[in-house]
RNA sequence: GUCUUAGUAGCUCAAUUGGAUAGAGCGUUAGCCUCCGGAGCUAAAGGUUGCAGGUUCAAAUCCUGUCUGAGACACCA
């Protein structure tokens, strides 16, 4: 509500009255007004004058300098100042939308911003644990990029880390030959090496030194290692394609290997590294801190290194390569102090220092028992078996759904997975209930969908016929309707500023909510008025760009019929 | 133990970051197809925002204390 906040700032300015920052913002109480401004009150404590004679002074330079009726009404109530938008205003708005590209929102700073998101990990089965990190980073990203943002994507592929030495021990102990390796054998061995490792503390050991010795170069472990990494991505991005989520970069933490000579270079030349344990690290602590950070380990004991120098190396790469003003990390929450280790140090060093790191958590998934989620047999489920079961679920829904095409199926199981986990807050724990999922029925991806294609039809069949809305609207479901889609704007920008797609996917259903309110009380196909009907038309034809718009980003496909 | 985070309707979650009467979905109850897709729509019931104080015109939101859950806490990722 751009023209509105600056039309306020100019009437406050012209009384003499000056307020931080003057804020706009959709009225909670839709019987009294349309816009909000509560700016009275904060004016009323610094003037120490009554809120209720500045809201009314406000109100009648509003009025006053109001020379384009932006406003049917503005009133004062108990120190509120309530807007009501007039039909003209409303509509000039929405041809803004209908005619300027991207909705007309208002585009931030353009950025170079590399996003590391997926979380997957070579030799390791991509389970639900994945779905999050894939899911809302694509989406992320995606914002990102609608919001014009010159974004690059990159899996960061976890394949040097100890569990490869697990599965290489657990390749030989098995005697499977390296041409012999495939998912299935992989799938097999890294759980069963993981608990081993849990319960063997020597197995370990030899583990650890297999990694190790990986990293220095061991001509046999790299023919697995290399093996492994060529069996493991081509599941890993079959997996990521049937979810849409596709990445421009397929760096691994490997790749980053070359990095460390450079990085250590850089920080012995500010002194940063001492030893401690036998261990390379890197003090992070600061005075400011609540509880101790513990220092940031370079290079183990043993001089292997941890994923905590690979993630610094790598951004040493990225700042040599793309050189990004940011850099945005999606991943588990439980991640936090590892990361604010790795910042710290990237801050520490001159090279670095100018890129903004940003980590945005995710909160686990869990089950219905309120732990993370389990399968009914108990094992953790994998990512394909989720969206079979989601599939077959489905189809047992409805007798109709079971001549829906199997490509139909896919998109309507990821858009019940997607929405469903989209439309909670990333930073939060949510409750994973496929059951509950897959009823599809209340606030669904597949709501938003079947909303979409029963309106779609509408326009289908019904030519638009101007590019432009009329000064009218008909009714309450029409005025709710587009006063909805004037939300978009700012919507999308706190989407964006804060990196919830929650915000948006929320939003959008409530959208879609009052396009069906709209849709049963009025009946395009019968109306006489044909202005009427022209621009009702052109409406829904927005209406359903928007929805078409915000699904994309919110990585969900549209299915040819449900 | 220290730190972080959460606690809102029977259940799962919101609440545009301090604003007016705390909103949705599921479930429950009662309605709505001569009509563009009923996976829909319209209603009703359901709340001392864990508890106790405090800050101010205004608190679910900020502060203090307290209870309960979850997580993190140097050679795993």
Redesign the pocket.
Known sequence: MKILQDMLVKCLSSLGYFIDFV?V?????P???DY?F?GA??L??MLHEN?VVIGNNIVAKFKEIDDKNLVSDVVC????V?FTLSDGFINYLLNEMICKPKFNVVMPKKERIVIDYGGA?VAKPLHVGHLRPAIVGESIKRILRFMNQDVISDVHL?D????IGQVIYGLKKESVLVDDIDISVLDMIYPKMSSLCKSDEYVKLQC?DI?KKLQDGDEEYQRYFKKILEVSIKDIKSNYDYLSVDFDLWYK?SDAYKYIPMLTVLLNSQNLLTI????L?VDVSNDND???I??F?YQ???K?Y???TTDLATILQRKRDFNPDKILYVA???????FTQVFRVSKMIDELKNIDLEFLGLG?I?GSD?KPYKTRSGNTPKLKELFKDCKEL?KL??E??LS?SDSDLDI?ANSIIKFADL???RE????F?MQ?FS??????G??IL??Y??VN??LI?NERCIDKLSENIYNNQDRDLRMKLLELD??MS?TFL?R?P??MA?YL?EL??LL??F????????LEDEKMKEDWILLLSLTNDVIKTLLDLLVIKIPS??
Do not use: W
């Not at 040097?160 to 569990?163: A, D, E, N, T």
């Not at 009823?439 to 669904?444: A, N, P, Y």
């Not at 849709?519 to 019968?526: G, L, M, T, V």
């Open positions: 804020n913002v959709k009225s909670n109480r019987d009294l007004c909000q509560d009150f904060k009323a404590k809120p109530v108990g120190g509120f309530n990990n976890g040097y880390g100890l569990q650890a990694t933490e401690s344990d036998g261990a690290v609540k509880t101790d513990p220092p380990i183990k004991s043993n292997a941890l994923y905590g588990d929450a439980r991640q936090s102090l590892h686990t869990n309120g489905f829904n409805r109709e759904n829906i309507l439309q909670n807050n939060k724990e949510y409750v209930d509950k009823l599809v029925v209340g606030k669904t597949p709501y079947y909303t294609l029963r039809k509408i069949n700012s919507v706190y804060n919830l929650s915000i929320n259903y879609c909510v069906n309110t849709y049963e009380k009025n009946h395009i196909n019968n019929k449900m």
